[in-house]
């Protein structure tokens, strides 16, 4: 399918032989990701009112998510719908242990999706939905009918925290963190979602357009009642000052962080689900990638950002 923004190439859906994480024409996707998520992408129905969160992984994600939430809640964390609201829309929602382990596993068990998708379709108006898709796997509509927030940051921090989050796991194995950042700029080990690079250019390309915002997470932490503002504004959500502060408090790492342990805690004790992520709230600060990076991976690193930027007018804050 062919459309202004997208261009799938959906059969070539296929799974690396050494490693077993599915693949969409070269793409790795983690493996809790099928194939019939990325179909039901094509014909997913985007409402007017739905606000997408996109990103590459680690580039805030969960931060933006909860302050979309946040702004469209009065600024009170308790009123967001987490039930739908912080899943994926590529990602089934299970349970860790039936989550398959295998691709073939996987494709023997395609019905695991429809629950997810149930919950989604039927999640009550404005829905606020993250996926880390790149662009042209993403509903070929969605910029005609909704709202899409894209959030970059710098790539030093992307695979620090990358590195943070899934060191040790099957994800890299027992890869060292200096191969792990060879991985993310050569796209070994089939770095999920493949190029970092890709994926922001491609939104990149669109910021210009109404109904993408492009931010920066580092502009984020630099300048919050800023960034909070553009993106009341951008919703079409102006907020009083009473509310500015609500949401600028519970945005915060702090506020957050306690948002999401309380969440926890109340579904542990009910013996509920919980849609809250409190494993991705790490440290929450820019340029953590001095303190791994040595002399010679900075090097290789500045080597590889330099060629790739070089004919490109978007610009990074490593600091
Ligand atoms: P670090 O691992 O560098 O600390 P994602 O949601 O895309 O997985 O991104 C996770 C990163 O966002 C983690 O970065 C996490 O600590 C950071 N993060 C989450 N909430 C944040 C907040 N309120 N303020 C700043 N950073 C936040």
């Given at each position: 399918?062919n459309?202004?923004?997208n261009?799938?190439?959906?059969?070539?859906?296929s799974?690396c032989?050494?490693?077993?994480?599915?693949?969409?024409?070269?793409?790795s996707?983690?493996n809790?990701?099928?194939?019939?998520s990325?179909?039901?992408?094509?014909?997913?129905?985007?409402?007017h009112?739905?606000?997408y969160v996109?990103t590459?992984?680690?580039?805030g994600t969960?931060w933006?998510l909860?302050?979309?939430g946040?702004?469209l809640n009065?600024?009170?964390?308790?009123?967001?719908?987490?039930t739908?609201w912080?899943?994926?829309?590529?990602?089934?929602?299970l349970?860790?242990n039936?989550?398959?382990k295998?691709?073939?596993?996987e494709l023997?068990n395609p019905m695991?999706?429809t629950?997810f998708?149930d919950?989604?379709?039927?999640a009550?108006?404005p829905?606020?939905?993250?996926?880390?898709?790149?662009?042209?796997?993403?509903p070929p509509d969605i910029?005609?009918r909704a709202?899409?927030?894209?959030v970059a940051?710098?790539?030093k921090?992307?695979?620090?925290?990358f590195?943070?989050?899934l060191?040790?796991?099957?994800?890299f194995?027992?890869?060292?963190?200096?191969q792990?950042?060879k991985?993310?700029?050569h796209?070994?080990?089939n770095f999920?979602?493949g190029?970092?690079?890709?994926h922001?250019?491609a939104a990149?390309e669109?910021r210009?357009?109404?109904n993408?915002?492009?931010?920066?997470?580092e502009d984020?932490?630099?300048?919050?009642?800023k960034?909070i503002?553009?993106?009341?504004?951008?919703?079409?959500?102006?907020?009083?000052?009473?509310?500015?502060?609500?949401?600028?408090?519970?945005?915060?790492?702090?506020?957050m962080?306690?948002?999401?342990r309380e969440a926890?805690?109340?579904?542990?004790k009910?013996?509920?689900?919980?849609?809250?992520?409190?494993?991705?709230?790490?440290?929450?600060?820019s340029?953590?990638w001095?303190?791994?990076?040595?002399?010679?991976l900075?090097?290789?690193?500045?080597?590889?950002?330099g060629?790739?930027?070089?004919?490109?007018?978007?610009?990074?804050?490593?600091?």
């Open positions: 399918m459309t202004k923004y261009c799938k190439a959906l059969s070539s859906f799974s032989s050494n490693c077993k994480i599915p693949s969409i024409v070269g793409l996707l983690p809790w990701v099928l194939e019939l990325i179909d039901a992408m094509e014909t997913f129905q985007v409402r009112d739905d606000v996109n590459y992984p680690k580039s969960h933006m909860e302050i979309v946040l702004i009065d600024g009170y964390p308790e009123r967001i719908n987490r739908a912080s899943s994926c829309i590529e990602m089934i929602d349970g860790i039936k989550i398959p295998t691709r073939k596993e023997a695991i999706m629950p998708l919950v989604v379709e039927r009550p108006s829905r606020v939905m993250q996926t880390h898709l790149p662009w042209n796997l993403l910029l005609q709202k899409v927030v894209y940051r710098n790539p921090d992307v695979v620090n925290s590195f943070n989050f060191g040790h796991t099957r994800a194995g027992n890869a060292s963190y200096d792990v950042v991985a993310f700029i796209q070994e080990y999920r979602y190029s970092w690079f890709d922001v250019m990149w669109l210009d357009e109404d993408i915002l492009f931010m920066f997470y984020i932490q630099k300048e919050p009642v960034s503002e553009k993106v009341a504004e951008f919703l079409g959500r102006p907020l009083s000052e009473e509310t500015l502060q609500r949401v600028l408090e519970k945005s915060s790492f702090k506020g962080t306690k948002t999401y926890k805690e109340k579904a542990t009910n013996g509920e689900a919980d849609f809250t992520v409190l494993d991705v709230m790490k440290k929450g600060t340029g953590q001095k303190e791994r990076f040595t002399v010679a900075n090097e290789d690193f500045d080597e590889w950002f060629k790739k930027m070089k004919d490109t007018d978007i610009r990074f804050d490593f600091e």
